[in-house]
């Protein structure tokens, strides 16, 4: 966790000022309890995930190829932190997705550089990341999205693999989503 003197002190305050407010005015414990829960509904809400493939394609995409001439990325989520707020993926400000955790997306493209971008739904840009990466004929790489979480917001991280068998591994059992319509 990337806690910086600042968000300590932060927190520390929070704490502090919570326990007091809540002994001494329970009720106003309550009335801004209201808030917060409205808060992530709000977020699961705006959540507005792309359609899963079918099954047929899911199986294929799971396989770590690219197709001829191409060369493929693929983006995948899995665990708990974040899971259920949509992340946002663009690959060369083109192709476009959002999915929550236990998905993945996959994008065939030509050889050469690449940028993917993503950032969490309700986070701000600050949050997010810009993946530089360079790919040639028919090579596959998996970005694994983690969030590495603070003490006040979260930042993602994508950790690279290129090895076929350890790609298969990691996407067994998440489900393929579509790209959104452009």
Same mark, same amino acid.
């Given at each position: 966790?990337?806690? @910086?003197?600042?968000?300590?002190?932060?927190?520390?305050?929070?704490?502090? #000022?919570?326990? #007091?407010? *809540?002994?001494?005015?329970?009720?106003?414990?309550?009335?801004?309890?209201?808030?917060?829960? =409205?808060?992530?509904?709000?977020?699961?809400?705006?959540?507005? =995930?792309?359609?899963?493939?079918?099954? /047929?394609?899911?199986?294929?995409?799971?396989?770590?190829?690219?197709?001829? =001439?191409?060369? /493929?990325?693929?983006?995948?989520?899995? *665990?708990?932190?974040?899971?259920?707020?949509?992340?946002?993926? #663009?690959?060369? *400000?083109?192709?476009?997705?959002?999915?929550? @955790?236990?998905?993945?997306?996959?994008?065939?493209?030509?050889?050469?550089?690449? @940028? #993917?971008?993503?950032?969490?739904?309700?986070?701000?840009?600050?949050?997010?990341?810009?993946? =530089?990466?360079?790919?040639?004929?028919?090579?596959?790489?998996?970005?694994?999205?983690?969030?590495?979480? *603070?003490?006040?917001?979260?930042?993602?991280?994508?950790?690279? @693999?290129?090895?076929?068998?350890?790609?298969?591994?990691?996407?067994?059992?998440?489900?393929?989503?579509?790209?959104?319509?452009?």
């Amino acid at each position: 966790m990337n806690m @910086t003197p600042r968000n300590v002190i932060l927190l520390v305050l929070a704490v502090v #000022v919570g326990m #007091v407010a *809540g002994l001494a005015f329970p009720l106003l414990g309550l009335v801004l309890l209201l808030p917060l829960m =409205g808060y992530v509904i709000y977020i699961l809400a705006a959540n507005k =995930g792309a359609t899963e493939a079918d099954p /047929a394609a899911a199986e294929a995409a799971r396989q770590f190829t690219a197709g001829p =001439g191409k060369a /493929a990325i693929y983006v995948m989520r899995k *665990g708990f932190m974040g899971g259920q707020q949509g992340m946002n993926v #663009v690959i060369d *400000g083109g192709l476009k997705s959002q999915f929550r @955790t236990g998905r993945f997306v996959k994008a065939e493209v030509d050889p050469g550089s690449h @940028t #993917v971008y993503a950032r969490m739904n309700a986070q701000t840009e600050g949050t997010a990341v810009n993946h =530089g990466l360079t790919l040639a004929e028919g090579e596959c790489v998996l970005l694994d999205a983690k969030l590495e979480v *603070g003490a006040l917001q979260g930042k993602l991280v994508f950790l690279e @693999t290129r090895d076929p068998g350890e790609a298969r591994g990691k996407l067994a059992g998440l489900k393929l989503v579509d790209w959104q319509a452009q």
